[in-house]
């Protein structure tokens, strides 16, 4: 509807003065626009209103922003609102406050971050389409809550699970008055029950006709969540939300969420924005998954986002995972977080049992590191005779990581970065993991002529490809990145494994997230060492997350979990990490970690940020981070900080960009933030004047550095 056109037709209105409002608009990054914009408007428009505005030349989508106008525009000079988008309630405060907190924290304009978290979709309709599509959805809605014939079954619960319960219920039931609750980590190995537990606390929330918000790390990594969800809540309306869903999808599952009509809503990062206005329950599965950290543009934790949600909602938040981040494990040591934990495998199921297999006791053969060692083939042998299956992880994909020659040192290098290309078997061609450049192998070394060039290491396809020769009566199956491409090929290769068709299961990270396979005894991590001495000081954390994962999908069934067993190849089995590992000690590893934390000043004793720059050539990335550090050096040195000097990725090239990076840390996460806000909106004049930088971002709280 055109405002202006309204307005005419309704004298008492023209006499009012126009309304002066902010509108958030998805301004140009680093265009200098922070804060939402000044625009009038006729007629009394709600915070949280859709609009369309002019902004230049062009008409963009807005959204009405809580506060007062700025008042630096004469109000004469104020571009009108040019409609509103009145078919679809506000945004709610709670959600604008959402946002504007996410902005502000990590350093993104408010404009920027309410747009982009909207369904892409929204953005381009007008008013007319809406009708058409909300009119669709009640049409959609309504063939969605048919009531199941039979109510589905639900376990009696354990007494581990009984005393969760009846912790959470004390806060399940909190009135509003007394507060947000703490959040809630509960903690317990795969198979210990967290997902029932956080069933029942949805069912509490949806049966007080509240909206639930379960966010996941990876929705087609997690089938069965969301199957158990949707069993459990046959009959109440759920919807996903995810990018893995066609925009018209996207679209229609906000709607529902926004309006109010979808009581769960299941989804992945992006997720924890969702307009949701009777929420009363939000839970992060597996809340440790660095998949949590967005990685471009607004670089926001959703797990972080969604302890703020609720907090500012006062709703409870349930954050569940069997290796908590140490972020999270701290704050439930200082009493901030409430620990439940469950200690058990549900049914007795143990363990399994963590060997740790010493590659030094290996008959050394000169030149030849084999990943299948003798005892591991052996391992899985008995396992394929008593039938039986097995997993094998190995978190490189490809044949190998990098072409050899040995007559002349050649070697795969990606000419665009500063990587190896990797060889990549099955379409015969070198890529490049970092900028996609693919080449078809060379059959001869391209410097030397020599036509015996040979693959280095090794990566998940090889690995397939010794299995299959070294036991041909095995059925061997590979999941990775490379061989899950095709739309449906992951599903019906999980599927092939939950039929037992599949002896070996071979693959990188993404078999060990919650996929519950019943019948695999056995789990081998065939060379994990590398991240043992990482200059990333998180890669402890995440291999022992990484590892237990991948324990944890064996002896699932409690039948076979007796003799179900973990095989760790390792160089150095006497290393901490490991011997927690084998105690399947969690808590004594975050203990150790936390202590060398602690005494190197790192998160979660210290807070970070990473200002990044890009450029063809890395002196001017160099040159634009000191220029920034010495603009901030007074500022840092009244608050304490620490700058770092600027230093380049460990990739520190890629598709022929120079890519560097300069830590700020504090000991206080306001100081951190003081500094930032500060500091930022400086950077835009002086990126103008180091021609030939590219971009620059900042990071805050980053995962890896
Ligand atoms: P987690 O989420 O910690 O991996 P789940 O909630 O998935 O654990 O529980 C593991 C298995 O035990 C699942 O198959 C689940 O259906 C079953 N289960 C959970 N709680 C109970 C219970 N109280 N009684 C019987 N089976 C249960
Ligand atoms: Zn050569
Ligand atoms: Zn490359």
Redesign the pocket.
């Known amino acids: 509807m055109h405002l202006g056109v309204e307005a005419q037709s309704s004298p008492e209105k023209q006499q009012a003065p126009p309304q002066l409002l902010r509108v958030a608009v998805d301004a140009p990054q680093h265009s200098g626009i922070n804060a939402p914009l000044d625009y009038s408007s006729e007629r009394l428009l709600t915070p949280g209103s859709l609009v369309r505005v002019p902004l230049g030349r062009r008409e963009l989508m807005g959204i009405v922003w809580p506060g007062t106008n700025s008042g630096q525009t004469d109000p004469a000079l104020l571009r009108p609102v040019t409609a509103l988008l009145d078919q679809l309630p506000p945004l709610a405060p709670a959600w604008c406050q959402l946002v504007e907190f996410a902005a502000a924290y990590y350093q993104r304009s408010v404009g920027e971050v309410a747009l982009s978290v909207l369904p892409p979709q929204l953005r381009e309709l007008e008013g007319a389409q809406l009708l058409a599509r909300l009119k669709k959805l009640a049409k959609w809605t309504a063939g969605q809550g048919l009531a199941p014939a039979i109510a589905p079954m639900q376990?009696?619960?354990?007494p581990a699970?009984l005393e969760v319960m009846a912790k959470l219920d004390a806060l399940l039931t909190a009135p509003p008055e007394q507060g947000a609750p703490a959040p809630v980590l509960l903690y317990?190995?795969?198979?210990?029950?967290?997902?029932?537990?956080?069933?029942r606390a949805a069912e509490h929330a949806l049966q007080q006709g509240r909206q639930v918000l379960v966010l996941v790390p990876e929705i087609n990594l997690t089938p069965?969540?969301e199957a158990?969800f949707i069993e459990r809540f046959a009959g109440r309306s759920i919807v996903s939300l995810h990018s893995g869903l066609t925009p018209a999808q996207r679209l229609r599952n906000w709607l529902a969420a926004h309006l109010g009509q979808a009581e769960l809503v299941l989804g992945t990062r992006l997720a924890v924005f969702a307009s949701m206005p009777r929420l009363g329950l939000i839970v992060v599965?597996e809340e440790h998954d660095p998949s949590y950290k967005q990685q471009d543009g607004a670089r926001y934790s959703a797990r972080d986002l969604a302890v703020y949600r609720a907090h500012l909602e006062k709703l409870p938040v349930i954050l569940?995972s069997?290796t908590p981040s140490l972020e999270s494990w701290q704050r439930a040591e200082e009493g901030r977080y409430i620990r439940l934990s469950?200690p058990e495998?549900?049914?007795g199921g143990v363990l399994p049992r963590v060997r740790l297999f010493d590659m030094k006791l290996l008959p050394l053969t000169k030149g030849v590191t084999t990943a299948l060692t003798a005892p591991l083939l052996q391992a899985l042998r008995e396992r394929l005779d008593r039938g039986e299956q097995s997993l094998l992880f190995l978190n490189r994909r490809g044949y190998a990581p990098v072409l050899h020659c040995g007559e002349c040192n050649w070697k795969s290098a990606c000419p665009h970065c500063s990587a190896w290309r990797v060889f990549h078997k099955g379409d015969r061609t070198l890529r490049c993991h970092h900028c996609s450049f693919s080449e078809r192998v060379p059959s001869a070394c391209p410097t030397c002529g020599n036509q015996d060039i040979a693959p280095l290491g090794r990566g998940t396809e090889r690995l397939e490809e010794q299995l299959a020769e070294a036991l041909p009566n095995a059925r061997v199956l590979r999941i990775d990145a490379d061989s899950t491409k095709l739309k449906g090929e992951l599903e019906s290769r999980m599927q092939a494994v939950h039929a037992g068709e599949v002896d070996i299961l071979v693959g990188t990270q993404m078999i060990t997230k919650?996929h519950?396979f019943r019948r695999i005894t056995f789990v081998a991590a065939v060379n994990p060492d590398g991240a043992l001495f990482s200059s990333d000081f998180r890669a402890p954390e995440r291999l022992f997350a990484l590892l237990m994962q991948a324990g944890?999908r064996a002896g699932?069934d409690a039948g076979q979990a007796a003799r179900s067993e973990m095989w760790v190849q390792t160089w150095h089995p006497e290393h901490a990490l490991y011997k927690a590992l084998a105690k399947h000690d969690f808590e004594r590893f975050a203990k150790s970690q936390l202590a060398e934390r602690e005494s190197a000043g790192l998160p979660p004793f210290s807070h970070l940020a990473l200002l990044r720059a890009d450029a063809r050539d890395a002196e001017v990335a160099k040159a634009f981070l000191m220029a920034a550090a010495r603009w901030a050096a007074p500022l840092a040195e009244q608050g304490q900080l620490l700058i770092y000097p600027p230093v380049p990725l460990g990739v520190a090239r890629v598709a022929n960009v120079e890519r560097m990076q300069m830590l700020v840390e504090s000991n206080s996460r306001v100081k951190l933030q003081r500094l930032l806000s500060a500091w930022l909106p400086e950077l835009g004049a002086l990126k103008r004047e180091h021609k030939g930088l590219l971009r620059w971002a900042v990071d805050v709280d980053p995962l890896a550095i």
Do not use: F, H, M, N
């Not at 376990?155 to 354990?158: D, G, H, K």
């Not at 029950?193 to 956080?198: A, D, R």
């Open positions: 376990p009696i619960l354990s699970q317990g190995v795969t198979g210990s029950g967290k997902t029932e537990v956080y069933l069965q969540l158990r599965d569940g069997a469950l495998r549900i049914g919650g519950d944890g699932r």
